[in-house]
């Protein structure tokens, strides 16, 4: 399975892109692509219990079985307003 | 155009044209006593560093998700009022407005206290982030994780806008 990894702030910046594509297992969850990506960028490994993360647009747990296509965000702390 | 009730994206932000947008109402004509408003500047220092100016950027669609969450979560506290929410991204000088809210009611005291509500929740749970250029480096500013299910930063939100 394929899916789309989107990137912002300074997840995006450790990553130098703001969107890549990952091939993932079947079952994998959103925490299992969380651990290949820190595997990828040990940097971000301190995001761990601060990320918020989101499939296609909307909020979602670290526990959500993706499936072929999803659109999965990390989303750093935020610091809007 | 039709200004929309709730936005993100790189163009000006515009109170007068938000004020208009919750004062029209089709349903109840006269019917409103009051819109608070709120507009969130570019500061020119930030715990004692001198700021240049501000990058904003946003995960626009889940943003827009966040507000209409925001805005379903005020129709349950206050439903008599109409809530307009745009938020700016890109590059804002010192001065110039990143976020602006308006929320008309029938009662002063809803209209502030969603408007409260409205600034408190973007803060906590909207994908947005700034960027802060300031004398001698830029860093991302990192606040709360954006959790819309957390209770605690809900209730924080209450007591802020005093529900």
């Known amino acids: 399975m394929r899916v789309t990894l989107k990137l912002f702030a300074r997840l995006r910046d450790i990553a130098g892109t703001p969107e890549m594509t ?13 651990q290949q990506f820190a595997a990828e960028f040990p940097e971000v490994a301190s995001y761990e219990r601060s990320i918020s993360t989101a499939v296609n647009a909307d909020y979602a747990r670290m526990d959500r079985v993706l499936t072929d296509g999803d659109e999965v965000a990390f989303l750093p702390p935020v610091s809007g307003g | 155009m039709k200004t929309p009730l709730l936005a993100i994206g790189s163009a000006p932000l515009a109170l007068d044209a938000l004020i208009a947008a919750v004062a029209d109402r089709a349903d109840a004509t006269g019917s409103d006593g009051a819109v608070a408003t709120f507009l969130g500047l570019v500061r020119n220092h930030n715990v004692g560093r001198r700021v240049h100016h501000l990058e904003y950027e946003a995960y626009d669609p889940l943003a827009l998700r ?16 109409r809530l307009a929410l745009h938020h700016r991204t ?74």
């Open chain 1, 22 to 34: 990952r091939d993932i297992e079947a079952g994998a969850t959103v925490r299992t692509l969380w």
């Open chain 2, 90 to 163: 890109g590059k804002i000088e010192i001065g110039g407005a990143s976020v602006a809210i308006a929320a008309a009611s029938p009662h002063r005291g809803h209209a502030f206290s969603a408007c409260r509500y409205a600034i408190e929740r973007v803060k906590q749970i909207a994908p947005v982030w700034k960027r802060e250029f300031f004398d001698g480096g830029d860093v991302w500013i990192e606040g709360a994780t954006a959790d819309p299910d957390d209770e605690q930063a809900l209730a924080e939100a209450e007591r802020l806008a005093c529900v």
């Open chain 2, 66 to 81: 966040a507000f209409e969450r925001i805005n379903a979560e005020i129709q349950v506290r206050w439903p008599d009022v």
